[in-house]
């Protein structure tokens, strides 16, 4: 042991001299003549040194880069000289030459600094190694380069980048240099005309870069003059309280600009008047009569006269001071003529985006059509076929979507849960259905508003027993994984993955129910019921029979439909409630009868609230109170919906 | 009473037209005279400030409840949009006692300020006040009245007419009849209730306004005593509603609304103008339901846009069915036991019903006993309590069509006997 440690002091000094290392050659010079900016390591100072190194030309130079940046550059305190260092162990450094990198040897670290450049000199030792970066011949090294550009490019990098364009191998590299020296072009480049010309190269693009590019350029400032201003760079007139330019805005920029007196705000000019109290009065005016805004002012401007308080603009003075200046707004971001062309691609660029949104806009409608539509097709045969109105057709989706929980609970895998509950929510909600045809409706089918009340009577009920056995707090109903996520098409439009399922839900139940009605022996009874329950009877129809079915079927898919709405919306109590009276609109809007009508009806209520929603994307409350108004104005111009139903059936 | 003044020669006086009015004003008289003489504010204080509050709402809810009666069991139109209605008059009447009892302490307030407040800085505190829970402090424009009870209480009759009269001839003119006009009218009533529930609606959102119970000017006056005005008053305008729906439905134009009910088309056919007549019904029940909203809020002391949902409308219907459509007593008595019940029910004040193991509390049973039990009357009893009054009475609807299959006599019946 001992052995060993003398050993390793013999060998470290031996091995000492970093003064073996060569002094004179030119990088180290070029360092030296630097040295004290580089020792001092202040990110204001540092720039002409990195900007020297950058500049020499010396092969080594970005190596020396490279560790500096990398914290791997230390200083001989005696002799002032760089090397670049190895921690091998907490006293030792493995030194090397920084002019062609070959190892010097071990010394302890005794007389030798790190140089730890913090996180600003570092990036900027970064930005000056992009351009020997650009032209490595790692591919990887390139590609990280042009990231760093595009994340904080300098003026410098669009000359280096042009330097290495043409020596590109890599064409997807060579792609995105070319797109990049574009964007540095618009940002940077020389003259109007070569700004403009790579603006214009890019139209019909609508990359988010491209817009972070040209957005800067379009800045502006609001400024006042006496007369009106001419030339290209104003933007556009202004008048002191329109929307773009508030009164009181208008008036703090003269102020800022010292071309008008301060105004006060009116709990100020209290607080100075309350401040200035005395005897009673204000400045000779007495307290009590202070009782209005004009006696304000007019106590304010006499203690002003004393000098007391600084004098301030009235209302009226504003006012005038207003009127004799024009207000405009002026590009300072660029040259007039960029700022117009910029203004001009992200017209066209803001045009293509829109197109993109309302691509989007139309996918949300669709999903939201087809969730109104699944809610509303069970509705579409118990109301549309039979006219029952069954006011706890809510009740029988919420009575679905509990259904779907409870499977949920009991089998732990979430896709065989969902495929298992499908079919059981069908079976209850058509158990129970049923059951409600048997008990209640059919007592009452030529008693239309009866039915609509004794059907409420039972949706409260089932509501209030639902939430006696659940409980008042949302209950999960958890997709599975494979229905997580989104269909992306672009940075705009995207759909999840539960919509689509959704829609595609709704267009197997819209084929279900076609097939049932035209295709079956089923479909046919229940059309002829409909149409004519005595002469179905005399058919040897059981109409009892008929209804019964018809109404199960309606309520079996209302089932269904709950299990797909309470995937993507909470399962509570009341959310029939929030489906009822868009699912009787879906219905009565497209036409009373007519499952098309119905698929219309949804595609018109959901479109509807998405656009209305649109203009106001803040407020669902608004579009949901403006779509109703629609509605009922949509009524009054098409009384029997979309699609009409003529000849005998109108009138039953 | 009004009698004298509408009997003409060849017809009988309005009593003996509609011999009700007078037991019902009867009664009326005696339990106002009763709850007086019970009530904290006049005597023994037998009867709580609290419930004397209960019984003046319960007196606006049988109001609200005779337009309902009006409009959908002597017309046929099963509105759910009243409780909307009742509840505009409401915001209307609460607008201005939110308004003037917030200057009233901003006044105050600004009082000990060293300088006499100026009209601005009044209207900002007001502003302030009301608006600061929504994070606004300015008037929106629908309170540019709110400063005058004058025109407030002339919005409580303006508000509910006009919108019922745009609506009910929007939705008359284009045939909208039956369940389409009950589920058009409820669509209404969720629209003004969604467009309430924002912040911006300009009357605050969900917070609605409160502090109704406080009258301006009157802090000194105890709460027991301004129970019992207000309970006079609510009886007061039901005595009045009661007459003024019984003139309306006993002479030719109740004829002509019953008939619009039992078959509109008939009607029609004979020369009458049924939009007219069912414009005026509608128009005439939304300012009686204004007016109640108007007397109930400052009882209850709280509006919010939940009140207006179209559930509170389905309730009405309900109170009247069960309390028998068709006759305003009936309307009277379903709504009057059926609120009272609920009241009690969801109170927690009713015992618990121990059914062997099952130990069922009415908090959470009561709306399912109240949904089946309404289930039930619609099924077996669509006379509603009131239909016992006919087995009292030996009273018999005259049978001129087969069976009787309800109070909808006439031609409705007629095709249901056939069908």
């Not at chain 2, 909208?176 to 529930?197: D, E, P």
Request: charge should be negative; include cysteine.
């Amino acid at each position: 042991m001992f052995r060993a440690a003398v050993l390793s002091v013999l060998l470290v000094c031996a091995a000492l001299p970093g003064r073996a290392q060569t002094a004179d050659a030119p990088i180290q010079r070029l360092l030296q003549e630097n040295a004290e900016a580089i020792l001092k390591s202040s990110r204001k100072t540092i720039g002409p040194a990195i900007d020297a190194l950058a500049a020499s030309g010396l092969p080594a130079a970005q190596s020396v880069l490279d560790r500096w940046q990398s914290k791997q550059m230390w200083v001989d305190e005696t002799s002032g000289l760089f090397v670049f260092a190895e921690e091998i162990d907490r006293d030792t450094l493995k030194i090397f030459d920084i002019a062609d990198g070959s190892e010097i040897g071990d010394v302890a670290d005794d007389g030798y600094r790190q140089l730890k450049p913090n996180s600003g000199i570092r990036a900027m030792i970064g930005a000056a190694l992009v351009q020997f970066q650009l032209n490595d011949p790692n591919p990887r090294t390139r590609l990280r380069a042009l990231n760093a550009i595009e994340r904080d490019a300098e003026e410098s990098h669009l000359a280096a980048l042009r330097a290495t364009i043409e020596r590109e191998a890599d064409p997807g590299l060579r792609a995105r240099k070319e797109r990049l020296e574009r964007l540095l072009t618009i940002r940077f480049g020389e003259s109007d005309a070569e700004r403009i010309a790579a603006i214009e190269s890019f139209s019909g693009d609508f990359g988010s870069d491209l817009r972070a590019t040209l957005n800067p350029l379009l800045q502006t400032s609001i400024e006042a003059a006496e007369t009106e201003p001419e030339g290209d760079e104003v933007k556009r007139l202004l008048k002191p309280g329109s929307e773009a330019l508030p009164r009181e805005a208008a008036y703090q920029i003269l102020v800022d600009g010292g071309l008008a007196k301060p105004r006060i705000s009116r709990g100020d000019k209290r607080n100075a008047l309350i401040a200035n109290i005395e005897d009673g009065a204000v400045a000779g005016i007495r307290v009590a009569t202070l009782d209005s805004e004009d006696a304000r002012d007019r106590a304010y401007a006499a203690l002003a006269e004393t000098g007391v308080v600084q004098p301030v603009a009235t209302e009226a003075q504003v006012d005038e001071t207003l009127d004799r200046f024009v207000f405009h707004e002026r590009y300072v971001g660029a040259p007039a003529a960029v700022a117009l062309a910029a203004q001009d691609a992200l017209d066209a660029i803001e045009f293509r985006v829109g197109m993109m949104q309302s691509a989007d806009l139309l996918l949300d409608a669709i999903s939201l059509a087809s969730i109104y539509f699944l809610a509303a097709i069970g509705l579409a045969i118990t109301f549309g076929v039979m006219r029952v109105i069954n006011m706890a057709h809510g009740e029988f989706i919420m009575m679905g979507a509990y259904t779907g929980y409870v499977v949920q609970q009991l089998i732990p895998s979430y896709t065989v849960s969902i495929l298992v509950a499908l079919p059981i929510a069908f079976a209850v909600t058509f158990a129970a259905g049923v059951a409600m045809e048997r008990l209640v409706i059919r007592w009452l089918y030529h008693r239309p508003l009866e039915t609509l009340l004794a059907t409420f009577g039972i949706s409260v009920a089932l509501q209030q027993l639902a939430k006696n056995i659940f409980g008042t707090q949302a209950r999960p109903l958890t997709a599975p994984d494979w229905l997580d996520g989104s269909l992306v098409f672009n940075d705009v439009v995207a759909i999840s993955y539960i919509r689509i399922a959704i829609f595609v839900l709704a267009m197997i139940f819209l084929g279900l129910f076609l097939f049932v009605m035209n295709r079956t022996r089923l479909g046919l009874e229940v059309r002829a019921v409909t149409q004519n329950p005595r002469m179905a009877g005399s058919m040897g129809i059981n109409p009892d029979r008929i209804n019964m079915l018809t109404f199960g079927f309606g309520s079996g898919i209302a089932g269904i439909a709950g299990v797909a709405i309470g995937l993507y919306a909470k399962v509570t109590s009341e959310m029939g409630q929030d489906y009822i009276v868009q699912s009787f609109m879906t219905v009565v809007v497209g036409g009373v009868g007519n499952i098309f009508g119905a698929l219309l009806g949804a595609s018109l209520v959901g479109s509807l609230q998405k656009g209305i929603e649109w203009f106001n994307p803040s407020n669902t409350l608004a579009a949901q109170t403006y779509m109703i108004l629609f509605i009922i104005l949509f009524i009054q111009f098409r009384p029997r919906g979309i699609i009409a139903l003529k000849g005998r059936a109108v009138e039953t | 009473m009004a009698d004298t003044a509408f009997a003409a020669p060849p017809r009988r006086p309005l009593v003996l037209r509609q011999p009700s009015i007078l037991v019902f004003l009867a009664c009326l008289a005696l339990f106002t005279l009763a709850v007086t003489l019970l009530a904290d504010g006049s005597g023994t204080g037998a009867i709580s400030t609290s419930f004397v509050k209960t019984l003046g709402k319960t007196l606006c809810l049988c109001l609200v409840a005779l337009a309902m009666d009006l409009v959908w069991g002597y017309c046929g139109i099963l509105s759910l949009g009243h409780m909307a209605f009742f509840g505009i008059g409401g915001y209307a009447v609460g607008m201005w006692l939110m308004y003037a009892r917030t200057r009233l302490i901003v006044v105050e307030s600004l009082a000990n300020a060293p300088l006499p407040p100026t009209p601005e800085e009044i209207s900002d505190g007001i502003a302030t006040q009301i608006f600061g829970v929504v994070g606004a402090s300015e008037f929106p424009p629908v309170w540019i009245f709110a400063h005058s009870l004058t025109l407030q209480l002339l919005a409580v009759v303006l508000v509910p007419g006009l919108l019922a009269l745009v609506f009910g001839w929007l939705a008359f003119r284009s045939r909208v009849t039956g369940v389409y006009l009950s589920i058009l009218t409820q669509a209404m009533t969720l629209a003004l209730s969604l467009y309430l529930f924002q912040n911006d609606s300009g009357l605050r959102g969900n917070n609605g306004l409160s502090g109704l119970q406080n009258l301006p000017g009157l802090g000194e006056v105890p709460q027991s005593a301004i129970s019992l005005w207000f309970f006079w008053a609510s009886a007061f305008a039901l005595g009045l509603g009661y007459v003024l729906c019984a003139w309306v439905v006993s002479g030719k134009f109740g004829s002509v609304i019953r008939g619009i009910r039992d078959d509109e088309a008939r009607v029609r056919f004979l020369g009458y103008s049924v939009e007219a007549f069912k414009l005026f019904v509608f128009t005439l029940t939304a300012i009686i339901a204004g007016i109640a909203g108007a007397l109930y809020y400052p009882q209850a002391g709280i509006i919010n846009p939940a009140e207006i949902a179209p559930i509170a409308s389905i309730y009405l219907a309900v109170w009247v069915a069960i309390g028998g459509r068709g006759r305003l007593y009936g309307a009277v008595i379903g709504a009057a036991l059926v609120s009272l019940l609920s009241t009690w029910f969801t109170g927690g004040q009713a015992p618990d019903l121990v059914l062997g193991p099952v130990r069922i509390q009415w908090v959470d049973w009561w709306t399912i006993l109240l949904g089946l039990s309404f289930v039930g009357v619609t099924l077996f009893a669509p006379k509603g309590i009131g239909g016992l009054v006919d087995l009292v009475t030996e009273r018999r609807s005259p049978s001129r069509h087969g069976a009787d299959l309800g109070p909808d006599h006439g031609s409705l019946r007629e095709r249901e006997a056939q069908e």
